[in-house]
């Protein structure tokens, strides 16, 4: 394949600097949730960590570098999950860490970014707001500003993931990944077509939030005027061009689905599989649900990225048609 | 300290015939329940596996032996976890495999166990009435009986758990196990105090489900005429005399919970670390609960043994102070 900014080396060494408790996370057929989605699935599980997300193997591969060379400080843009794992990732290595980030985000993603004594800064729009607050505080302060799915390193460490996939995984056939920025679909994209070019790379995101899907399929930057999807932790309206040239090398497919699929998904996981997921870590159940057919028969692997939710809002998504 | 009928040598023997996807499960600080607990709370999470509980490390060191051997059946009495793991265990190399349950027993238990193709029989009994049809049934049938917290295997299985513990843990004070039949306390317990002795063994077990926890504290077996608790996993009557006298070289504490503690308990999981667990892997937080002054400031690990629940009961439990 043409080349991505990626290198698998590099993502292999990139592993030996990610804390262990983030690594080799679990991996698992869960057959519960197999009769109503009419295919194999198996779990990719991000979220039995310290954050409950998988950006951590991203922000401890930025951390890690940070620390070996004089920075002292670094901020971010986020919508809740990168700002906790940065926090995390800069905690334990002396850095002090800036979090900017909608002031509508996820209460619950806000409430762990302070509490992991990161200065968390909130700007009145949505996210791509807090990334041109967090771009202007870097150039003011003279730090290091870590640029999702833009910066190598998110990538790298969202890779890691496709390393434990293709190492650990039995054959399967597909891999739906929930798409926003583009690190995590680049990442493990990149790993799965160098290592396991047989598999196919499908890229899932929400209706209300599909630039980068549009990005996508036509092949240059599509950028929107808003957001409307539960899925906080993937609704950017524009798309980074370096990531869409790499989605563009990896992904098979890019697909849209919408808010009704996502909240079955959740409620899937949580009465099948005994999983809190967050609504991006439903995308990949989502997508099987709006299109049996083309999965049908087939392994599917779904990466649980995140189960950061605001307690009375995922009880208002997923109890409903439960109780 | 005493021998057990537990060696360390065989149980990290046992690993090797466990399936890796039950192994090295998450290990990790769960700093968002620590506020509450006034403590260090690790959380060793045994759910992210095709069986949602602990109970296959034991039933893949059984599966695999008699896989090895002319044997083609085996038949246990559950409560549900035991019966699902010796499904899965039993399905990949097989064995016929029959449960024997209470008919009052989870209803997604009994659900997975008729799912992983065992045949299932229900007992108009409790948990004990179970065990004593599983004994004639294996008796009459001439095949292999495999008895929780009896059968070395299923201790040495839990044990595998101890060896992770002390190999990965930081340095920790006290690891907090549910007591049922004893298998886990007493598995986990021999692995801490051979490699770890440093370590707190304590055991909780629910104020309606005492018999063992009396046992241990009278050092004879106690029975009881009834249980009466959501924790379904660890709700026996009538200790195995042999498991006793295991806990009682291992065990530093057994301590009994009450029933609010444990729903608390479940929906501080839910609430803080997004993690659904069944009443019995509450168990540990519980013990925190009724007796903070206890923990402050200690590091305590807790094993999160098992996540199937009914969803309906799960709601009704951790559903009303969340909304």
Not at 12 to 21: F, K, M, S, T
Not at 143 to 166: N, Q
Not at 276 to 282: F, K, L, Q
Request: proline fraction near 3%.
């Amino acid at each position: 394949m043409r080349k991505t900014r990626l290198d698998t080396a590099r993502i292999r060494a990139a592993r030996r600097v990610i804390d262990p408790v983030f690594l080799d996370s679990p991996l698992y057929r869960c057959e519960a949730l197999e009769p109503a989605l009419g295919c194999a699935v198996s779990i990719k599980l991000e979220t039995a960590n310290p954050v409950r997300s998988f950006k951590a193997r991203g922000t401890e591969v930025v951390a890690s570098l940070l620390a070996d060379s004089d920075a002292r400080a670094v901020v971010c843009a986020s919508a809740g999950n990168l700002g906790q794992a940065l926090a995390w990732s800069g905690r334990g290595r002396g850095l002090d860490v800036t979090v900017v980030a909608s002031r509508f985000a996820t209460a619950a993603k806000l409430d762990r970014i302070r509490a992991l004594e990161a200065r968390l800064e909130l700007v009145d729009g949505d996210h791509e707001l807090a990334r041109e607050r967090a771009a202007a505080l870097a150039r003011y302060e003279g730090i290091r500003l870590l640029e999702d799915s833009l910066d190598i390193e998110t990538c790298e460490g969202a890779a890691t993931i496709g390393l434990e996939l293709v190492d650990t995984a039995p054959s399967f056939d597909t891999v739906l990944i929930a798409l926003g920025g583009g690190a995590l679909a680049t990442g493990v994209g990149h790993v799965v077509k160098a290592l396991a070019p047989g598999v196919e790379v499908i890229c899932v995101q929400p209706l209300g939030a599909p630039a980068m899907t549009h990005s996508w399929r036509q092949r240059r930057v599509v950028t929107t005027d808003s957001t409307e999807t539960i899925a906080d932790g993937v609704a950017g309206r524009c798309p980074v061009p370096a990531a869409l040239t790499d989605l563009l090398l990896v992904a098979d497919d890019a697909v849209l689905v919408q808010e009704a699929s996502i909240i079955t998904g959740m409620r899937m996981f949580l009465d099948h599989a005994g999983l809190v997921v967050e609504p991006s870590a439903a995308l990949g159940v989502a997508a099987i649900l709006e299109d049996r057919d083309r999965f049908a028969g087939r392994h599917i692997v779904t990466i649980v990225c995140g189960s950061n939710v605001d307690v009375d809002a995922y009880h208002h998504w997923v109890g409903a048609a439960s109780l």
